[in-house]
Structure formats: structure tokens, C-alpha cells
């Protein structure tokens, strides 16, 4: 059983096998530390891999009402993942991590009041959920997003950022020089020191 868990979310139309080696690059740092990748619970529309919630016909009104009625099976995956780990009841011990549409159910888990998590890592999100906003106090979040991204603006996470602050939460964000929409080396090795501060308090 592990002592705490990192729930890495993966984009619209992917899978759990593209954020998975992440953690083979940070359990170094993190030996007693699960790293888990699952599928979204729903299959893309629009082609393979999966979805956390439809984005056909999505627009920036309609957004927040799909966002919600995904909690239930969203909510339902991290119950299951946490419960195989040995973490049931437990979610100060998680950590989740997500990009793009994952990175937009991260963030709603936290701001919805729902999961009262260790922290959250979003690349290249947004911050779509529906009012009221309730997150925990403090709570520790790590925004990261490149600055040439023609999928989801960078202004996303700008604006994610201070309404987090707004909110009382310890979010701290980066806008990465010439990155897209993807991961980079610099924003995985970030990524990696918020886990390990998140996990380990003043270590």
C-alpha cells in the first residue's frame, strides 16, 4: 500500500498511458508515493481515447454545466483509485494532476469544496467550473501553461490564477516561453518539486 497517491488526468481524446511515465520520472524522489494514470470514464466522440466530458457542441456558456454533471463518474474514479491504494477516506494524502481537460476536472474537484486533496497540478487548463466556489483554504496549487498554446489560451490559467488567489488558495502559476500544448522538461521538473513539497511538508 502506498503512503500517499499522485492521480494523474489525462486530455480530451487520449488516455491514461500518455501521463503515465511521468511517473516513473518522479518516484524517484517519491519511493513511497502511488502513481496511478486512469481512462476517462466516457469514449471521445470524435475519435479514439477518452473524455471526462463531451466537448462537442461545448461552448464557454454551456462548459460549467457539462463540468458538473461529470463529477459523479469523475468523483467515482478517484473513490475507486484511492480505495485500491490503501488510501480510502484519505484524500489529504492525494495529489492530483491533469492536462488540458483533465487539468479542468482537477481543478473543480478542489473549487466545488468536494475533495479536501494534499494539492493540484493543472498544464495548459482552465478554471470551468459552475458557482458557488467553495475551495479549501490554503490549499496548494501549481498551474502550468505554455505560451504558444492554440488549444487553450495561456490567459486560461492567467485568469485561473487569480480567482484561485481571490479564493484563498496558495496557487502559484507559470507561463512557459515557447511552449505549446504539451509538456515540457522544465514544466515536469516544476511539477515534480510541488509533489514532492505537497507530499512532504517542509522537506
Known sequence: MSRSLVIMLHGVGS??????????IWRPNLPETGFVAPDAPFP??????????????????????????????FDATLTGLMAENGLAGQ?????????????I???????????????VVAFSGRL??????????HLPVLLIHGAQDPVISPQETER?????EGLGVAVTSFILPGLGHSLNA??????GRFIVGALRPGQ
Open 186 to 191: 522544465e514544466g515536469v521538473a516544476t511539477a
Open 160 to 164: 485561473a490564477a487569480l480567482t484561485l
Open 15 to 24: 488516455n491514461g498511458n500518455d501521463l503515465a511515465p511521468l511517473g516513473d
Open 91 to 103: 484524500p489529504e494524502r492525494v495529489v492530483l494532476l491533469g492536462f488540458s481537460q483533465g487539468s
Open 44 to 73: 471521445f466522440e470524435q475519435g479514439p481515447g477518452r473524455q471526462w466530458f463531451s466537448i462537442t457542441g461545448v461552448t464557454e456558456h454551456n462548459r460549467p454545466e457539462r463540468v458538473a454533471a461529470a463529477r459523479a463518474a
Open 105 to 119: 476536472m482537477a481543478l473543480d474537484a478542489v473549487v466545488s469544496g468536494r475533495w479536501q486533496l494534499a494539492g
Open 128 to 137: 470551468s467550473s459552475p458557482a458557488p466556489l467553495t475551495p479549501p483554504a
